[in-house]
């Protein structure tokens, strides 16, 4: 089966170039790599290339998400298996893989969530540490999609993906890690009248970096829509703001983390507002509300 490393990168979405990446280097804390005249802007927070990536588009929202896989023979035996599957992977020409600096790559696009799910093993190290400015953002965490197709989803990424359940809240929502990559999620669904994203997470260092994050937003007119609160699924501290899109961001400090073997098994949990934020904080109403999902567009969302 498929062994991940880890989420590799989120690509969004975004309506005003000039205007999201101000945001996601100066108020995000993400670290610019390359912009492309009239293309994608490349973010890091690790020594990768890149762990989010920003395209010009009417509809924001998500883009794709990239997974890197543990090494390239884990890519091979990918694109068999997926290939096997039916889900027709194609690799991307020469002049897309040049541009993502990633090595050899293929995508396909997964039927239930309508996510294009992208696969590599050799992203381009960076020749300096990723450079923290106003956040300690410690890694791309995880991102969350609504789906109407709940079940069939869960189904395809446990057996098609080979990602493991590490909790859920019965028929509502399912938190996944990419095997065997140990943090509790990287990958999150929640059941929806209609496909759509929800939020992308960076998991922080410091509890300090949440609380510093919310003066920062409050004070440079950020909308904060939920928190600072406690999951008690992963157990993080988090705090989640809009981008210029309405895009939802999550901060988080802590997550659970899974041993490759012995694992304990999955929690089905309550279904609670307590359950999604132990502080009892009441979220505002555009808190993981807005987003399209690329390639979801025949089905809902005119
Ligand atoms: C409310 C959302 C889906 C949620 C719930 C729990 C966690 C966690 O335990 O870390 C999250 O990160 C969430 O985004
Ligand atoms: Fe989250």
Not at 11 to 18: F, I, P, R
Not at 72 to 90: C, M, R, S, V
Not at 135 to 154: C, D, N, Q, S, Y
Not at 214 to 219: G, H, K, V
Request: hydrophobic share 35%; with cysteine.
């Amino acid at each position: 089966m498929i062994r991940y490393q880890k989420l590799g990168y989120v690509a969004l979405n975004v309506s005003d170039m000039d205007k999201s990446c101000t945001f996601y280097e100066k108020i995000v804390g993400l670290q610019l790599v390359e912009r492309v005249k009239d293309g994608p802007a490349f973010f890091r927070c690790s020594r990768d290339h890149h762990n989010l990536v920003l395209y010009p588009s009417e509809r924001p929202g998500l883009k794709r998400v990239g997974l890197e896989v543990e090494n390239p023979e884990a890519l091979e035996q990918a694109f068999e298996h997926f290939t096997k599957a039916g889900l027709n992977p194609k690799e991307l020409n020469k002049n897309e893989q040049k541009m993502l600096a990633q090595g050899k790559t293929f995508r396909f696009k997964d039927p239930n969530s309508c996510i294009t799910f992208e696969f590599y093993s050799d992203i381009t190290q960076m020749a300096t540490e990723y450079k923290h400015t106003v956040t300690k953002i410690a890694r791309l965490g995880h991102v969350v999609v609504k789906v109407p197709e709940f079940e069939k989803t869960i189904k395809f990424l446990k057996e098609v993906m080979n990602f493991k359940t590490s909790d859920y809240l019965s028929e509502s929502i399912e938190f996944l890690r990419v095997f065997p990559n140990s943090y509790h999620h990287s990958f999150a669904v929640a059941r929806a009248a209609e496909h759509q994203f929800h939020h992308v997470n960076f998991m922080v260092t410091d509890i300090d970096d949440i609380g510093i994050a919310r003066n920062r937003m409050i004070n440079n007119g950020v909308t904060i829509t939920n928190g600072p609160g406690r999951h008690q699924p992963s157990g993080s501290i988090f705090l989640y703001y809009l981008d210029p899109d309405e895009l939802t961001i999550e901060y988080s400090f802590g997550m659970e983390e899974f041993p490759e073997e012995g694992a304990r098994k999955a929690k089905m949990l309550e279904r609670n507002r307590l359950t999604l934020d132990l502080w009892g904080g009441k979220p505002d109403p555009r808190n993981c509300a807005f987003g399209y999902i690329e390639g979801a567009e025949s089905k809902v969302q005119v």
